[in-house]
């Protein structure tokens, strides 16, 4: 889809009451082969900047998106050139030469925290009104990283496919989206779509041999 054509779908989605790391993760989800409720609940925690104003939704579900895809579980395998560390300060430095800041706190229109509850919404501004943007250009920017092929190479290794093996998949707990909070949680998630999906894998499995 188009950066326009993005903007639109992820207005539509912020209008009905969705995160930034909603509209991004579930862009990516879809191609992951991971349904679109469990995208949604999976990074629903990760709004108004995990819910301090640090990081924008829109670059932490990129992050999590990152690690999935091209990610690792091996340690000896952290700062390797080119890995998924690299890639994500490559794509968080492009994203601020193009907004200005990662955080939810700068990017909101007038300066507004959302996750401040003592903070007043600036009058005859809206805050929200360059979120789809945001959104669209982390979905373009990532565009170089998650690529058609490395996409299908992680569903062909999904634990519903035949000739994948689970054990092979990509399954970080590191994503170097940055220390902290953030990276702890970004990691959690990751680990949670993996054990979900495996636990669905293995029901399937179990329903066929019953059936």
């Not at 909603?22 to 999976?42: H, K, P």
């Not at 629903?44 to 579980?73: I, P």
């Not at 390797?80 to 794509?91: A, L, T």
């Not at 690529?147 to 062909?156: D, F, K, Q, V, W």
Request: include cysteine; glycine fraction near 10%.
């Amino acid at each position: 889809m188009s950066h326009s054509a993005n903007m639109k779908r992820f207005q539509s989605m912020l209008d009905e009451g969705s995160h930034c790391s909603q509209c991004v993760f579930s862009y990516w989800a879809t191609r992951l082969g991971i349904d679109d409720e469990s995208a949604m609940r999976i990074v629903s925690g990760l709004g108004m900047g995990v819910n301090h104003g640090d990081s924008c939704g829109a670059v932490t579900s990129t992050a999590l998106a990152f690690g999935l895809v091209n990610g690792f579980s091996d340690a000896s395998e952290s700062n390797s050139d080119g890995g998924v560390e690299d890639q994500v300060k490559e794509f968080e430095a492009a994203f601020v030469e193009r907004n200005g800041s990662l955080l939810c706190r700068d990017l909101l229109s007038g300066g507004y925290d959302a996750a401040d509850p003592d903070a007043t919404e600036p009058e005859g501004v809206d805050p929200w009104e360059n979120c789809a943007k945001y959104c669209a250009d982390a979905v373009e920017l990532a565009e170089a990283y998650l690529t058609p092929e490395n996409l299908e190479r992680y569903s062909s290794l999904s634990p519903s496919s035949n000739d994948g093996d689970w054990k092979d998949l990509p399954s970080p707990f590191v994503v170097a989206a940055g220390s902290g909070v953030t990276g702890l949680a970004l990691g959690a998630l990751a680990t949670l779509v993996i054990t979900y999906e495996k636990r669905r894998a293995e029901n399937e499995r179990a329903e066929q041999k019953r059936s």
